[in-house]
């Protein structure tokens, strides 16, 4: 996944504390083990501090897993981990939800918050 994708704007309102939330309702990736297409929704919310993400290059960097054999939980923390490096947010959240597949659904949330 090629993070350099990835574009921010400076955020207009750096002194107040509030939160913006993501959803792409149409995340898809490929079962490392069989191969099948996985179908998820990804949700981010974060809190920025002098930069917020630009929606079209969040919705390539997306894209770019759509081919990738990756574990569920290694898609939840590689998001966080390229979103925390390039943002450097106050807090930031990832959680994915898994559509059923052999009838049994999984969800993976992991968190940040920057020290203080």
């Not at 400076?10 to 191969?35: K, Q």
């Not at 981010?44 to 897993?65: A, G």
């Amino acid at each position: 996944m090629k993070k350099e994708i990835l574009e921010l704007f400076d955020n207009t309102y750096p002194d107040r504390d509030y939160t913006i939330e993501i959803v792409n309702p149409e995340f898809t990736s490929v079962c490392p083990i069989t191969g099948l297409p996985d179908f998820g929704t990804i949700i981010i919310r974060y809190v920025p501090d002098k930069s917020c993400i630009e929606l079209k290059s969040l919705k390539y960097y997306f894209l770019e897993f759509r081919n990738a054999g990756i574990f569920y939980e290694n898609i939840t923390n590689r998001i966080l981990d390229d979103l925390v490096a390039l943002l450097k947010p106050r807090s930031l959240s990832v959680i994915t939800e898994w559509k059923a597949r052999g009838g049994i659904t999984e969800t993976v949330t992991v968190n940040y918050c920057a020290k203080s």
